[in-house]
């Protein structure tokens, strides 16, 4: 009868054993174990316990026999198997090799288990909730999974707070007779700390209201150890620090009291920055932006940004007052000036606004604005125009994923609403509406399906007065792919793009990951610029490679245009940014 082994040792093939004859063979491992079935976990433990040997004559292999059998045994009543059959030989050869040759037995099975948390801690959802299933009644031992229970019950002590928490009873005992394991822990929590008040070091530039508007700890709330991470990250994001240090020591608690202390120092007050980037929408294109990152103890900040391109140059200045709390919720100033010339259309915008936002407590971000803007126009020889609008308006928004910038799930909403009236300083009555949703999900590890959904009107008593800024243009990297930038549109007798009363998007991809940080994708787009809801869609498709770079993904597309009525065709796409 010929018994099947789970190896250690696998055979090379003809070209590479013509190599390694031809090489010296002082690096080989000298240690073969061969475990009897199919057993890939006991075969990867024991071969890291026992690890690479070499350079052993046959003598000196056959005294470390003992040793490695020992190893290979500890590997196994790791993993529950506490009475294997083990036999070694020396294999001739240069160099010679230890074979160990395991039959694994029958495991060691958990007969009972007994976890109890006595204290205020049994009482405490946090604590007690959730705790590791394994190893359960029944399972094979494995002591890695008693040591994570034991240890999970550790962290959440000194997690949440329970500092004077201890092991009353921590016992595994194993009967390799009977094949049978008892496992109790019994865990006494003690009295759970409780977080003081928070004080800040004072050799910096800021007024201490604005370090307390980032603290959101109440004095004599149960201790969490997230609670002080948070502060901490809050701090540091909030771009005003250049080091940042949050300690709640619970060796300096009295009467359960932990006292927090959070040491800053301020970060250079400005910076420069400057990019080139490029996309098939716009070409190349230059970014510049100049920030102070603190103008005064207040926190106030201010900054200006410019990006240049063949279609597109503008010129922004802002100024921004931080609110309660300043990580979330701030009022920000800006001017700005713009000028396009895409396709049939050229316009110069000039804006002065403010926008406020605010995190509501359900998870959305809302802004409340009002800007004033002057839009001068030409679209194509017939239509040209110079409005002026005051446009008061809403947002909301809500983003979640799983990662910042390569998430595996989540999704993102948004809404906006802007109008303005003729009574009110406005050259036209106009109501502006846009809304986008976008979602993502993995299933089974690699396969990404992506999904974005965008619908937008314009209402208004004269749409030739509308300027283009309001109207909507379809096509390009993030619309319709297959199509022009901005070239979706109705068409006046001329033929010029005038832009649409409403636009409708929709776009399904799915993504298949064939390397680290890199994927391959397949979509589909429909949409356009219309006058009415009921009038056509253009449709583009096509594949893709995705390189998840440090700081975000890279797209790279090509496209076909399915509707050749809307100008589709081959096109090639390449674009940046998140895909939420």
């Keep these: 009868m010929r018994t099947n082994y789970t190896s250690g040792r696998f055979s090379l093939g003809a070209v590479v054993s013509l190599v390694l004859a031809l090489a010296p063979l002082a690096n080989a491992n000298q240690v073969d174990i061969r475990i009897e079935g199919d057993y890939p976990e006991l075969l990867q433990n024991a071969r890291a316990?026992?690890?690479?040997?070499?350079?052993?004559?046959?003598?000196?292999?056959?005294?470390?026999?003992?040793?490695?059998?020992?190893?290979?045994?500890?590997?196994?009543?790791?993993?529950?198997?506490?009475?294997?059959?083990?036999?070694?030989?020396?294999?001739?050869?240069?160099?010679?090799?230890?074979?160990?040759?395991?039959?694994?037995?029958?495991?060691?099975?958990v007969a009972s288990r007994e976890v109890t948390i006595s204290g205020p801690a049994s009482e405490d959802p946090d604590f007690s909730a959730n705790l590791p299933e394994q190893p359960a009644q029944g399972d094979i031992l494995n002591h890695g999974q008693y040591e994570?229970?034991?240890?999970?019950?550790?962290?959440?002590?000194?997690?949440?707070?329970?500092?004077?928490?201890?092991?009353?009873?921590?016992?595994?005992?194993?009967?390799?007779?009977?094949?049978?394991?008892?496992?109790?822990?019994?865990?006494?929590?003690?009295?759970?700390?409780?977080?003081?008040?928070?004080?800040?070091?004072?050799?910096?530039?800021?007024?201490?209201?604005?370090?307390?508007?980032?603290?959101?700890?109440?004095?004599?709330?149960?201790y969490h150890a997230d609670k002080v991470a948070e502060l901490s990250s809050d701090l540091s994001n909030s771009g005003y620090f250049e080091q940042v240090l949050v300690t709640a020591p619970p060796s300096e608690a009295e009467?359960?009291?932990?006292?927090?202390?959070?040491?800053?120092?301020?970060?250079?007050?400005?910076?420069?920055?400057?990019?080139?980037?490029?996309?098939?929408?716009?070409?190349?294109?230059?970014?510049?932006?100049?920030?102070?990152?603190?103008?005064?103890?207040?926190?106030?900040?201010?900054?200006?940004?410019?990006?240049?391109?063949?279609?597109?140059?503008?010129?922004?200045?802002?100024?921004?007052l931080p609110l309660d709390p300043p990580m979330t919720d701030s009022i920000r100033l800006s001017a700005g000036y713009q000028r396009e010339d895409i396709e049939d259309v050229q316009s110069d915008r000039f804006t002065v606004g403010q926008q406020w936002r605010h995190q509501m407590d359900n998870g959305w971000t809302r802004v409340l604005s009002m800007r004033w803007e002057n839009e001068r126009f030409d679209i194509g020889n017939a239509e040209s125009g110079n409005t002026r609008l005051l446009l008061p308006g809403i947002a909301f928004s809500k983003r979640h994923a799983d990662s910042p910038i390569d998430p595996s799930r989540g999704y993102r909403l948004q809404f906006d609403l802007t109008g303005g009236l003729r009574d009110a300083f406005s050259t036209v009555d106009v109501l502006h509406v846009n809304s986008e949703a976008r979602g993502l999900i993995t299933l089974a590890d690699n396969h990404r399906f992506l999904t974005r959904f965008q619908l937008a009107g314009v209402a208004t008593n004269r749409f030739s007065d509308v300027p283009p800024s309001l109207r909507f243009f379809a096509g390009g990297d993030q619309s319709v792919r297959g199509y022009g930038y901005e070239t979706l549109s109705p068409e006046d007798s001329e033929g010029n793009a005038v832009g649409g009363r409403y636009q409708v998007v929709g776009s399904v991809e799915y993504q298949y990951e064939v390397a680290d940080?890199?994927?391959?994708?397949?979509?589909?787009?429909?949409?356009?610029?219309?006058?009415?809801?009921?009038?056509?869609?253009?449709?583009?498709?096509?594949?893709?490679?995705?390189?998840?770079?440090?700081v975000g993904p890279i797209r790279f597309d090509v496209a076909r245009g399915l509707d050749d009525q809307f100008g589709g065709g081959w096109r090639l796409h390449f674009s940046m940014g998140p895909e939420l």
């Design 49 to 109: 316990f026992v690890g690479e040997v070499e350079n052993r004559s046959r003598p000196s292999l056959r005294r470390y026999g003992r040793t490695a059998e020992d190893q290979v045994r500890e590997a196994l009543r790791a993993l529950g198997y506490y009475s294997p059959s083990i036999t070694r030989r020396i294999q001739d050869g240069d160099p010679p090799v230890l074979i160990l040759e395991v039959v694994p037995g029958e495991p060691v099975r």
């Design 255 to 320: 009467d359960g009291v932990i006292p927090v202390t959070a040491r800053v120092s301020e970060r250079d007050p400005r910076s420069v920055a400057a990019g080139v980037g490029f996309s098939t929408d716009v070409g190349p294109r230059f970014r510049g932006t100049w920030t102070e990152h603190w103008v005064n103890e207040w926190g106030h900040r201010r900054g200006a940004e410019t990006e240049l391109s063949a279609p597109r140059q503008n010129i922004t200045g802002w100024y921004e």
């Design 148 to 222: 994570t229970l034991r240890q999970v019950i550790s962290s959440r002590a000194s997690r949440l707070g329970y500092f004077d928490g201890e092991f009353e009873q921590r016992t595994l005992r194993v009967n390799p007779e009977t094949r049978e394991a008892d496992i109790v822990l019994h865990f006494v929590s003690g009295d759970r700390y409780r977080m003081g008040q928070v004080s800040f070091n004072e050799d910096h530039v800021f007024d201490q209201s604005l370090l307390r508007r980032f603290v959101q700890i109440e004095p004599g709330t149960p």
């Design 517 to 550: 940080n890199w994927r391959v994708a397949a979509f589909v787009d429909e949409g356009n610029a219309i006058d009415n809801l009921n009038d056509p869609l253009a449709t583009g498709a096509g594949i893709g490679v995705r390189w998840i770079s440090p």
